[in-house]
């Protein structure tokens, strides 16, 4: 079993839509989690931190299920420029500092 | 804010040749580097850690002695690879963490290498 796993998609959405992307993770010790972007041939760039409580930056809306180990992204009215794969991504226990990939779900918005 | 810069962006060699791989934090100390590889379609795995001053750190099935790293100043790691193969032909990218901040990491902009 993958330690990250997320659907890679492609999800294809009509501009105004509003998508959802799932992941989960295995190790139950985990301790931070975030979602970068990844344009095609370029590095990731962090898109957000997660929380269980819930973290939204406009309209980008991230939750944290830690009972289901369970991460999800929510992004609404979808733009163009919202094209790109969405990584989740979950550091590794201890202080290493070792982040732990997914797949990446890819995201194509079309006009 | 942090930025990390890597160089070279794109290499071609032929099978047999070293490429070495920079990675500079331009206006932070980088304590810690990390060395990532991606595959086509395929998530980003950790090569290995370095800490300044101190040997690598390298994931499970990642050879040493074929990637060589570096890591002799708070702004500076370089990754070696040694003897290239096709097979080794990939995305590279590193990113870096100031001290204390091992989860926050800065990433460059990757070098895609291309084994000939």
């Known amino acids: 079993r993958k330690e990250v796993e997320q659907d890679p998609g492609p999800f294809n959405v009509p501009e105004g839509a509003t998508v959802a992307f799932n992941c989960t993770y295995s190790n139950s010790a985990s301790q931070s989690f975030f979602w970068y972007r990844q344009d095609c041939r370029k590095e990731p760039k962090l898109l957000m931190s997660v929380y269980s409580s819930g973290n939204e930056d406009g309209r980008f809306t991230a939750q944290l299920n830690r009972a289901s180990q369970y991460i999800s992204l929510l992004i609404r009215d979808s733009k163009l420029s919202d094209s790109a794969t969405y990584l989740c991504?979950?550091?590794?226990?201890?202080?290493?500092?070792?982040?732990?990939f997914g797949q990446g779900t890819t995201l194509q918005v079309k006009p | 804010g942090a930025v990390v810069s890597q160089h070279p962006s794109r290499v071609i060699c032929k099978s047999g040749t070293s490429v070495k791989i920079e990675c500079r934090s331009l206006d932070f100390q980088a304590t810690t580097m990390f060395w990532y590889r991606q595959f086509p379609k395929q998530s980003l795995m950790l090569m290995a850690t370095?800490?300044?001053?101190?040997?690598?750190?390298?994931e499970q099935g990642v050879e040493k002695d074929k990637f060589l790293i570096n890591h002799a100043s708070l702004t500076l790691s370089t990754l070696t690879v040694t003897s290239a193969h096709p097979e080794d032909s990939s995305f590279y990218i590193c990113?870096?963490?100031?001290?204390?901040?091992?989860?926050?990491?800065?990433f460059g902009a990757g070098t895609r290498l291309s084994v000939l």
């Open positions: 991504v979950v550091t590794d226990t201890g202080n290493t500092g070792k982040l732990i």
């Open positions: 370095s800490n300044e001053g101190s040997k690598a750190t390298y």
């Open positions: 990113s870096a963490s100031r001290r204390g901040h091992k989860n926050i990491q800065y």
